[in-house]
């Protein structure tokens, strides 16, 4: 191997040596970029994470097959990243006939009222022994750990442990200690294929959380009620408005500063159960910016779970947004399963969240809006 190579070159040596026009040169080409591309199987993830994050460290990613539950979701799957299958449902899908993958990620499919794993769960289950992806990534809520004692999530555990050929990670991640000012704490269970585990891979460690302000669009709205300037939500939103009124008062009182600090007002809840956050967002609220002056909006939702709003299309509801997977947490666990797994070298991958350039890329799409059609 040449010092400072990289795989990614191999496509542009190919046409230096046979030309760009040629056929060989075109043929040769598609068959280093099959052999880079990295295939990803997704489960009940709609805005397919994984393969943003892989984009995200400059990977070419192709996905595989997904399953998504609404017709909507189905349509923009299709039409974004054109997979080779896409399921509404793994109940009773051939596992054998299912697309094998490098990656596959999912999310743990399960009633809490339930003592066993769920008939959902053992269908991925039944995936992951047949297929054999080189790492499978499980999310969950951390209640997982916790529900029925531990019981369950110890359950889920088992039935991986005993497809005999994976090593098992798991680890509380909060994306605010991964480089985004969102208080999300989620489950991350790996495994990796021990006949190509090299037993390196760690999970990451906290980084500091940068400020809010970068994430945040630049306009601010003031809006004009009977000839008056107004900065609050609209009278016909009268719970959002009793409760950002409540909360300007006692952070007044409190000597902060809610009209230069973005502080987030959790504006819908009851008034009970309304709290605002102070440098950090809280995941599915749909929250009112102080500094703003009005609601989040949803390329700023877009951006505080590591997407950027130039990737991704418009037709994404702000609710899709809300509740996908971390994609910066993604990343980081990729950039440390991928070589450990021997799928890429570990040269070619690079944290970018603890280097500070993925944020930088982040900041850049301010003003962007999303993707066009």
Not at 244 to 260: C, D, N, T, Y
Request: glycine share 6%; net charge positive; charged share 20%.
């Amino acid at each position: 191997p040449i010092a400072g190579f990289r795989l990614t070159m191999l496509p542009i040596l190919v046409r230096q040596i046979f030309g760009s026009g040629s056929h060989l040169s075109d043929h040769l080409t598609n068959e280093v970029l099959g052999f880079l591309r990295l295939s990803v199987g997704t489960d009940f993830l709609q805005l397919q994470e994984p393969v943003h994050a892989l984009k995200g460290l400059k990977l070419d990613a192709q996905l595989k097959f997904a399953t998504v539950c609404t017709l909507r979701a189905r349509v923009n799957v299709d039409s974004e990243f054109h997979p080779d299958m896409i399921y509404d449902s793994i109940a009773g899908r051939d596992a054998h006939a299912a697309p094998a993958c490098d990656l596959y990620v999912s999310s743990f499919v399960q009633d809490a009222f339930q003592n066993q794993p769920s008939r959902m769960f053992q269908e991925q289950v039944n995936y992951i022994q047949t297929q054999q992806p080189r790492i499978f990534i499980f999310t969950s809520n951390p209640r997982l750990l916790t529900i029925r004692g531990g019981t369950l999530f110890r359950a889920h555990m088992n039935a991986l442990r005993n497809i005999g050929l994976y090593n098992l990670y798991h680890a509380v991640l909060d994306s605010k200690d991964h480089g985004i000012p969102q208080a999300c704490k989620r489950l991350h269970c790996v495994g990796i294929l021990q006949q190509f585990d090299d037993n390196t891979f760690t999970f990451p460690t906290p980084i500091p959380c940068p400020t809010l302000e970068p994430f945040l669009e630049r306009r601010a709205t003031l809006r004009r009620l009977h000839g008056k300037t107004t900065c609050l939500p609209p009278p016909s939103a009268r719970t959002a408005r009793n409760n950002v009124i409540h909360h300007l008062g006692s952070l007044w009182q409190a000597g902060k500063r809610p009209f230069e600090e973005p502080l987030m007002v959790n504006c819908d809840s009851s008034p009970s159960w309304c709290t605002v956050k102070e440098g950090v967002m809280s995941p599915g609220t749909n929250c009112w910016i102080t500094s703003k002056r009005r609601r989040v909006m949803k390329e700023e939702v877009a951006r505080l779970h590591g997407l950027r709003p130039t990737a991704v299309s418009s037709s994404w509801t702000a609710k899709d947004l809300h509740h996908c997977e971390p994609v910066n947490v993604l990343q980081r666990v990729l950039v440390r399963a991928l070589p450990a797994a021997g799928l890429v070298p570990r040269s070619e991958l690079s944290d970018g969240w603890e280097t500070g350039q993925s944020l930088a890329a982040l900041v850049r799409t301010r003003g962007r809006g999303f993707k066009q059609q």
